[in-house]
């Protein structure tokens, strides 16, 4: 079997040069360039001649290079004002009426766009990064990992929830989608909950601690200043006394975030009625409240549930119940991990310079 030997585009050009203009014989060229003589030939006969570009095969092309440019800039611009901008109202802002939004849909993912579902997290000043910076490298020299599993007694939160009375069908529903590329996921989201509109909604006020899952669920009719300043003279004194009792601590610690119901007079007075402290966070920072990946498991458990069970069919009283036993149920080890990933967070953010990190 012939040897196989890649020889450069440099020394074809070489030999075909010495060949052409001093013609030397092939023995003299092949010494030259350090190939074979029947190289040197078959390199000779074949010559550097170009072939000609192949034709392109197809239809021609729909759109020119300046219409292709003229959507991304047109896109660029409305993506800006409405996040959940769709193809369709671009392609009739540019008249290009002729042109299937699949077509379109190429040019974006050409450019590195893709169709994909929005995060929910809003969007960050500098201000707010400053914040988080400082928030982050005040924690970390102040606290251990263990603070925030064995000090914070309880991490508390409200949630809603929507009810749909065939939840089989609402899980089956595509989810909303916006265009961003794949840096901007924790910047570009859509804003609002999508979820709200079209059924009764369910506020519930939820805490989780450590080594004990979730320990408080209470529903909420309305959540005001006056409901939740009551809430913190009973129920959540009772649950911040039971922790402290079962760990031995004295201080009834406990995280929320800086909702104005609550953080109001009412219940800034309350608090200091039950004598109990609240470890603030960073406005805009939910990656800091492992309550809200609870929150999100819960969803998602309830949303398979529906698939699981084929729940076709339930009424407000019916899910209510099924969102209680979920969170009351739910892991606590899953729970434990999502709280000790505390001092992990506030290490990503100071690496990240304040941004959005990836929990």
Known sequence: MARQVNISEKK?????????????????????????????????????KCKPPKKRSGRPPVLSARDKGRFLRKFKSMREQNPNINVGLVAME????????????????????????????????????????????????????????????????AVSFVHKRNPYQDALAPAARVWRTRGEGLELTA??????????????????????????????????????????????????????????????????????TQNSAKATESLKAIGAEVVKIPPRSPDLNPIENFFHNVKRKLRQDALDKKIVFEDLGAFKRRIIETISTYDKNIIDRTISSMHKRLIQITKNHGCRTKY
């Not at 050009?13 to 092939?26: D, I, K, S």
């Not at 974006?108 to 929910?120: E, I, Q």
């Not at 809430?231 to 039971?242: P, V």
């Open 94 to 157: 540019c008249e290009l009426h002729q042109v299937s939004t699949r077509t379109l849909s190429r040019i974006l993912n050409k450019s590195g766009f893709k169709y994909v579902r929005p995060r929910r997290k809003g969007i960050l000043t500098a201000r707010d990064k400053k914040k988080r910076v400082a928030y982050a490298a005040k924690a970390l020299k102040n606290t251990t990992p263990k603070f925030w599993t064995d000090n914070v007694l309880l991490y508390l939160d």
């Open 191 to 260: 804003k609002g909950n999508k979820d709200l509109p079209g059924g009764n909604i369910c506020h519930f006020v939820v805490g989780i601690s450590f080594g004990a899952g979730a320990v408080l669920v209470e529903e909420c009719t309305k959540m005001n200043g006056q409901y939740f300043s009551e809430f913190i003279e009973t129920t959540l004194h009772r649950a911040l006394i039971n922790r402290a009792a079962e760990t031995g601590k004295e201080k009834l610690l406990f995280l929320q975030d800086n909702d104005p």
């Open 12 to 48: 074809k050009v070489y030999a075909n040069f010495l060949r052409e203009q001093f013609n030397w014989p092939f023995r003299k060229i092949a010494i030259r360039c350090n190939i074979s003589k029947s190289s040197v030939e078959r390199i000779c006969k074949q010559g550097m």
